[in-house]
């Protein structure tokens, strides 16, 4: 969170500062008690219109969408291997793995996030990959329905590629999808959903998330508004058909689309994963 100094008018911060010291709690010659107290009203109302100012040119926070939360993971089991769901839907998450690839629990906040396989320049077929599976249920398939999904990330700017899978359930080519990721060397988030008819349609935020600090994603479908959040604020936003449905019988993916060579690997560390459909 970004926090600005409220600017203080020249007579405010004379007042203010001048507090030091018992000469400098005397008026100034010509001035009264009244005088002197309607001068330091009329500068706090100052300062606070002008730190209205700066907040208002700020975008504004967006509540989180509702609907029923249909799988949650915080990580802080100490298994990342085996991650229960923590919504109560039994969506247990497992490890796949190739290339000797694996997953790690380390400390955030009071507990523990995932680590996933670092960049690797080597050959695809030889670089470590790893991603958290959990089989598919209807209660994962939104349909037409309104769905959120998201994750806190960390992501330094060395560790960017071409593209990397946060959270997905289906493929773009093949059924149907919606997906969470971050896309090439400025390390940007995008949002993506495909329905049952051609065509992928995604959104793209306008900040990178790659910067080596915590950030949170949103990827939200409301009826026809389909929009990307980093930090709680819209980043992105475009229109879908009301009538796009995601409906497929693959699994829940996190981390990367699976264990094979080309998973577009996330190469970051991922807590606080959601889902909410309704």
Known sequence: MTYRRAVLPVALAGLVLGLGSPAAH????????????ARTASAA????QTTAGHAAAAPAATAKVAGSLVAQYSFDGGRA?????????????SLVSAAGGTVRSVAHRNGQAVK??????????TCPHAALRSPST????????????????????????????????GYSTASSQWKMQVDGKAGKPS??????????????????????????IECRRQGTTFSVLVDGVVRGTRTVSAK????????????????????DQFQGILDDVWVRVG
């Open 45 to 48: 109302k100052a300062a606070a």
């Open 26 to 37: 005397a008026a100034p010659s010509g001035w009264s008690a009244a005088s002197i107290a």
């Open 138 to 169: 209807a209660l994962l398939n939104p349909g037409t329905r309104s769905l959120a999904f998201g994750a806190s990330v960390l992501l330094a700017p060395s560790q960017t590629t071409k593209g990397q899978n946060i959270v997905q359930k």
């Open 244 to 263: 796009l449905s995601i409906a497929n019988q693959r699994p829940l993916s996190v981390g990367g689309k699976g264990a094979y060579s080309d998973n």
């Open 191 to 216: 949002c993506v959903l495909v329905g049952a008819n051609p065509g992928i349609k995604i959104v793209r935020s306008d900040v990178s998330v790659a910067d080596g600090h915590w950030h949170t």
């Open 116 to 125: 996933f396989p670092a960049k690797c320049t080597n050959a695809k077929a």
């Open 81 to 93: 291997g085996s991650v229960i769901d923590e919504s109560g839907h039994g969506h247990t998450l």
